[in-house]
């Protein structure tokens, strides 16, 4: 069984090495690597081109949000994970913002992660019931009078649309080809034309930018 690989990057070493031997528990989960700045998770994500980065915010040298954006921006295909004690509403939209993945806060547990992990390689995305309210409060806030993402919008496909409404709902990429009756490699066409339209790299930047062209409902389930 391909194992997934892991790359840890926070500034507290019994955190990482903890984290680190968690993991290694998990016979699908192989810890490639552990940093303790953001530079060097920029630096170890091209070397070692890990799955998925656990992505702390508050490091030295190069924070995890600056991190993040240089890593997608350079799209190394791992999926990140940002991984933070801070519960406050800027720091998980300028997560959202920077192109990651998922926001996991570290007071939840590690079956919770690895969960979260797994939701991701499959390409799906979950999120802490404490975190998913607010993003949607937030989307519902800024939903109106953002004409650009109106003018970007209104370029999707009805079927892109059908796809954005089914990744909203939090639906992976194999559970929106059997909804729409389409092949998974047809789902991820239409995502990757969506990216570009919506000038996106992920999933929650995607729907982020959709509640805000009024293409899907903030409260939509």
């Known amino acids: 069984m391909s194992k997934t690989r892991v790359l840890i990057a926070d500034d507290h070493i019994l955190f990482r090495e903890g984290l680190s031997a968690l993991l290694e528990r998990s016979e699908d989960m192989e810890v490639v690597g552990q940093v303790s700045n953001g530079d060097d998770a920029i630096k170890q994500a091209e ?5 998925i980065i656990l992505m ?15 890593i997608v921006s350079e ?27 998922s926001y996991f806060l570290k007071t939840e547990s590690i079956s919770s992660l690895i969960k979260n ?12 019931p404490t975190i998913a309210p607010r993003l949607l409060s937030e989307f519902a806030r800024i939903a109106k009078n953002h004409e650009e993402f109106e003018r970007q919008g209104s370029i999707l496909t009805p079927r892109e649309k059908d796809i954005l409404d089914l990744m909203a709902a939090g639906f992976g990429n194999k559970q929106i080809a ?7 490699k047809t ?10 339209k919506l000038a996106c790299n992920s999933r929650s930047q995607a729907v982020l930018a ?10 939509a389930e």
């Open 178 to 184: 059997r909804k729409l009756f389409i092949s998974e």
């Open 117 to 128: 992990i797994r939701a991701l390689v499959r390409g799906e995305v979950l999120l802490s």
């Open 210 to 219: 959709a509640v805000r062209a009024g293409i899907i409902c903030a409260d």
């Open 56 to 70: 702390d915010i508050r490091m030295p040298v190069v924070d995890g949000i600056e991190a993040t954006k240089r």
């Open 47 to 51: 070397l070692l081109r890990p799955d």
């Open 187 to 196: 789902v991820r066409n239409h995502i990757s034309s969506v990216y570009r």
């Open 75 to 101: 799209r190394r295909g791992a999926r990140i994970i940002v991984l933070t004690m801070c519960e406050d509403d800027k720091s998980l939209f300028e997560a959202v913002k920077s192109g990651a993945n």
